[in-house]
């Protein structure tokens, strides 16, 4: 097997090879993770309607101020609870999970279970 150039296109790679089969509707959107190394996204989307429902980052203002001095799985779990209460006001109680190519485990994971406890199923 050749191995691919950089860690960032093996995810990319992978990413690509789950996004053949996950697809957010208007009733079943996508959950949309990204983490870079020091900053973490959310984003529910709907791939049909090609829109974004929902999105929370650590980079906004509400997030900051309560990060400060946190660890980042901490962080990812503020970040999950922000998008999970967004999607809930938008009407969405239901999504699939995409985890971007990256392990289920850490800041993914954190994030996955805090958007659960906000009232996502998934």
Do not use: W
């Not at 650590?58 to 990812?76: C, L």
């Not at 485990?105 to 996955?112: M, N, T, V």
Request: aromatic share 4%; charged share 30%; net charge positive.
């Amino acid at each position: 097997m050749k191995k691919t150039a950089t860690p960032r296109a093996a995810r990319v790679r992978r990413h690509a090879r789950v996004r053949k089969r996950v697809s957010g509707t208007m009733e079943k959107p996508r959950l949309c993770v990204f983490r870079s190394l020091t900053h973490i996204y959310a984003q529910v989307i709907d791939d049909v309607g090609r829109q974004t429902l929902a999105a929370a980052s650590d980079t906004e203002a509400a997030v900051r101020d309560k990060a400060a001095g946190k660890k980042k799985s901490d962080v990812a779990t503020l970040v999950g609870a922000l998008v999970a209460e967004r999607a809930k006001a938008r009407g969405v109680s239901q999504v699939v999970f995409d985890r971007g190519g990256y392990p289920f485990h850490g800041r993914i994971k954190a994030l996955a279970e805090a958007a659960r406890t906000g009232g996502l199923s998934f």
